[in-house]
């Protein structure tokens, strides 16, 4: 039977309690002299612990932003401090900071809870958060009981789970269903205003046949592409169009007739288990195939859109040599080909049927068969030292119309 100490230990000071935890992982076994079943018990309360030291380094950096150390560091600002205090990046040292302040100027429940590792420093950024977005009229026992029960729920679901709930906190502090309503829209609107604000899309030439690039994207349009995306990758379709290969292989080979549907499906999907590429390759070709097939003919321009492509017939025809972009790179022959099947694309191929291209005084406005045969010559805008996109550019007449100049391509 165990008895409890009559005269309970004094508080540790937190310098001494972290040599201590130091010396205490020192004198641990290694992780892999344990079972898998003994590794699995353990992994809750690890994980509780590193939430707990996780609730000391924040208060840590609480006090220290309260004492304006990165002042006297010669720093920009306390996330700047911390960020080469704790050798990691900017904004994560910036998000610990805002949850640190927001945990020191209250959110006592919070706090206590993350202290006791019972919920994880991103339940806690999404209350503090939900804290932030309450309306201002709420008092302080309202507050209160918000906080409560978004920290009772922290303990039962996960952080994605807790926002939602975190949208509809008023109805803790009882307020009627209408003004429930009301702040869950308000949430969700500051929310895709600020995701709108924050979307943009930078793209890089790797100068070697491919191109790197990093968006973000408010949530809709990233679940619409994440879908589409993922359809386009599946098993299923996948079956599908091995299966309509199968039948035009055995179709132009004349197999015998007696292939059973069966052994055919088994086909199809070996070939899919022993497809050497992992769910990002698969996900990123469906990207491919999803950016080529565009529709733009529904824009201002299509050509505007529309990758023009120029190739001699003759390489055309035998898939060999390369083809030039009017954004200035080339391709291969083959690619062009295999594009020319059925992607937006329009084939300027020399050597074939022209166009009227020169219209004179018959007709004010430049047509979109001009535009093409322009992009053949230019990749960007024909002005001395201009290198905005062929794309951008509008169509003037250098002898102006009013004055009698043609719109001519001349």
């Not at 086909?267 to 992992?278: H, K, P, V």
């Not at 690619?335 to 018959?362: E, N, T």
Request: aromatic residues 4%; proline residues 4%.
């Amino acid at each position: 039977m165990a008895i409890a100490p009559l005269h309970p230990s004094p508080p540790l000071a937190v310098a001494d309690g972290v040599r201590q935890v130091h010396r205490v992982l020192d004198r641990c076994d290694t992780v892999p002299a344990l079972s898998g079943a003994a590794a699995a018990s353990l992994l809750g309360e690890v994980d509780r612990a590193v939430t707990r030291l996780q609730s000391m380094k924040l208060a840590l950096v609480a006090r220290a932003h309260e004492a304006q150390v990165a002042d006297e560091a010669g720093m920009t600002g306390t996330a700047a401090w911390l960020a080469a205090r704790s050798r990691s990046d900017g904004a994560s040292a910036a998000r610990d900071l805002r949850l640190a302040t927001a945990l020191d100027g209250g959110l006592v429940q919070t706090r206590r809870a993350l202290a006791e590792g019972h919920v994880s420093t991103e339940h806690a950024h999404v209350i503090a958060r939900a804290a932030e977005q309450l309306p201002p009229a709420l008092g302080d026992d309202e507050r209160e009981a918000i906080e409560g029960a978004l920290v009772a729920a922290a303990k039962r679901v996960d952080p994605v789970a807790l926002r939602k709930v975190a949208r509809r906190s008023l109805e803790a502090a009882r307020r009627g269903a209408a003004e429930v309503d009301a702040h869950e829209d308000a949430v969700l609107r500051s929310e895709e205003a600020a995701a709108l604000a924050a979307t943009k899309l930078t793209l890089h030439d790797n100068r070697d046949g491919t191109m790197t690039g990093h968006f973000t994207v408010p949530t809709l349009a990233g679940q619409i592409l994440k879908k589409v995306v993922q359809q386009i990758a599946s098993p299923r379709r996948f079956a599908q169009r091995a299966a309509l290969e199968a039948r035009a292989d055995a179709a132009g080979r004349r197999r015998r007739a007696d292939s059973s549907a069966s052994e055919v499906a088994e086909a199809i999907w070996e070939r899919f288990r022993t497809e050497d590429l992992d769910w990002s390759q698969k996900y990123g070709r469906a990207f491919v195939e999803l950016v080529e097939h565009l529709p733009t003919d529904q824009l201002a321009g299509k050509v505007n859109a529309t990758v023009l492509v120029t190739i001699d017939h003759q390489q055309l025809r035998a898939g060999l040599g390369s083809a030039h972009l009017d954004t200035g790179s080339d391709v291969s022959a083959s690619q062009a080909r295999r594009l020319a099947c059925g992607a937006g694309l329009v084939p300027a191929v020399l050597g074939g049927p022209s166009q009227v291209l020169d219209l004179g005084r018959s007709q004010r406005f430049f047509t979109e068969a001009q535009r093409v045969a322009l992009a053949l010559t230019y990749d960007t805008c024909a002005a001395d030292d201009c290198d905005r996109p062929y794309a951008w550019t509008e169509h003037h007449h250098e002898d102006p119309w009013a004055s009698g100049g043609a719109t001519d391509l001349d």
